[in-house]
């Protein structure tokens, strides 16, 4: 029997559902509104779009959403000093600086300037310390989505053999880290597999839980994987366009072929990615609460 599809989209709809209800009750309680500026330099097609996505969903739940957008020749400096004006400013919670950014700019220095308590994309060395050791305010979007899309099909990651693909810093190494907290929705054995991994079809077969973010086409197939696993499949990759003009996507998971084998699977696109939004404006609920003394 072919595996259940698990429904990012589905799943993210109740979110923002339930993260309009919070919003409206908490202006209602405190008036306040959780505020959300998203930082766009230059104008690469891709980071307009993600950024649009995030200002009209912010919209929807209600937040006081601010789109700023700056030059792509803005220098480093008047960068980080927009940046200390937006840590400073009571009616925003959130910062998000859409990347990559321009190469004359660092990175590193522009994510350190946030914040932590404003830093709703857990990028900043603080929030990933406090990840690591099991006291985080914000998981970094697209691990926390992975983790909701698991707790809300109900898989049971309590003792689960989890297999990580990948081990970057956005997904690999944290959706890692969360699984493997003593806590609710984690308590896992975690093994992560990357490039430099000897036998990754040894890992992967022992995996009930396979997690896929390597950003390659077919790098997991069905003879990879073990009979009934839940398998996310991460990968986002763009293999030519639809005859209506729009990116054709894949994944990095053989998806008809594991279908046949998997108990669940995320597809994609509808999988993982309208997850990742979805938590960044759970991210910004929880650090309006937290501005306001409440606990998350
Ligand atoms: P990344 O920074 O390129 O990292 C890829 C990781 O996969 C690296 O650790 C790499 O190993 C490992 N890898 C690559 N090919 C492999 C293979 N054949 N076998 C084993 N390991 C392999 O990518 P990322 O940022 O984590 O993103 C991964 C994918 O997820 C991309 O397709 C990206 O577009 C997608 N993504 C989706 C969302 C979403 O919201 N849906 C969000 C973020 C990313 P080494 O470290 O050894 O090089």
Redesign the pocket.
Known sequence: MPAKLISGTEIAKMIREELKQETERLKEKTGIVPGLVTILVGENPASVSYVTAKQKTSKELGFHSIQDSQPADIKEADLLKLIDKYNHDPSIHGILVQLPLPKHINETKVLYAIDPKKDVDGFHPVNVGKLMIGEADYLPC?PA?IQQLLIRTGVKTDGAEVVV????N???KPIANILLQKQKGANATVTI?????KD?AFHTRRAEILIV????PN?VTADMVKEGAVVID????RIGMTPEGKAKLCG?VDFEAVREKAAAITPVPGG??P??ITMLMMNTVKAAKLAAGFQG
């Open positions: 697209t989505g693909v990948g081990r970057s956005i997904v690999g597999c990357h490039t430099g991994t990754m973010a390597a950003g390659k790098a991460v990968g986002v990759n990095d993982v990615g997850m990742t």
